[in-house]
């Protein structure tokens, strides 16, 4: 049996996973002896788990009520959106400026992967769209901003994937995509930057277009 610490990073994981892909949607409980049980479980992992989650700001804690994923509002996804597009930016920016050989050819199969994935269900192609992302991150080569870019990411996960299922959003991320990719590929941190947050304003404001939808 492994310790509650390490049981307890495995329980976190698998939540904070569960929220970023939407099976644990905004709003919803979180049952403290559920997961224990599930789990095969004590309660204390559980908790610890939740502590971490809370930390990420991925869920409000309730006291004995467990905790609940949080919701975020229209106006502070607007905020999170523009973040985003400054933080993924930059990574496209020193992505241009320092990629290696090899993360440029894993970028552009990654591409290619999603070209064959546009047919394909929107949440298999949002998942091989999270690893172009990733890839920029690694090819900036600046650990602390990658780790604080998939912070804020995790966080608005539940939401970007929701965007992929409205129309056109699959042709337009491959479009906007391979326009970041031709100014890393070419060098060119200036447009690499600026067709990165093009790219998150675009998806933010399509973001906002499926809140309005649904009011």
């Known amino acids: 049996m492994p310790g509650a610490g390490t049981l307890a990073n495995a329980l976190h994981r698998r939540l904070r996973d569960e929220i970023a892909s939407g099976r644990l949607e905004p709003g919803a409980r979180l049952d403290e ?3 224990a049980d599930s789990n095969g479980c004590s309660r204390t992992p559980v908790r610890e788990a939740f502590r971490l989650l809370a930390a990420e700001r991925l869920v409000e804690l ?3 009520q467990g905790a609940v994923v949080r919701s975020i509002s229209a106006q502070t996804l607007i905020e999170m959106f523009q973040v985003m597009g ?4 930059l990574c496209a920016r020193l992505a241009a400026r320092r990629s290696t050989p090899a993360q440029n ?3 552009q199969a990654i591409h290619t992967r999603l070209v064959e994935a546009a047919p394909a269900p929107a949440d298999v192609f949002y998942d091989i769209n999270e ?3 990733e890839a920029i991150y690694e ?3 600046n650990a602390f901003l990658a780790e604080e870019t998939r912070r804020l990411r995790n966080r608005v996960a539940a939401y970007r994937r929701r965007v992929t299922h409205m129309p056109t959003r699959v042709e337009d991320t491959l479009r906007e995509h391979a326009e970041i990719m031709a100014a890393i590929l070419a060098r060119d941190p200036e447009a690499a930057h ?3 947050r093009a790219h998150l304003t675009l998806l933010g404001e399509n973001l906002l277009d499926l809140i ?4």
């Open 194 to 196: 600026r067709s990165m």
């Open 139 to 141: 090819a900036a080569h």
């Open 105 to 107: 050819a894993a970028l």
């Open 212 to 215: 309005a939808g649904l009011d």
């Open 131 to 133: 690893e172009f992302h």
């Open 62 to 64: 309730r006291g004995r």
């Open 33 to 35: 002896q559920d997961i």
């Open 86 to 89: 400054e933080l993924e930016g």
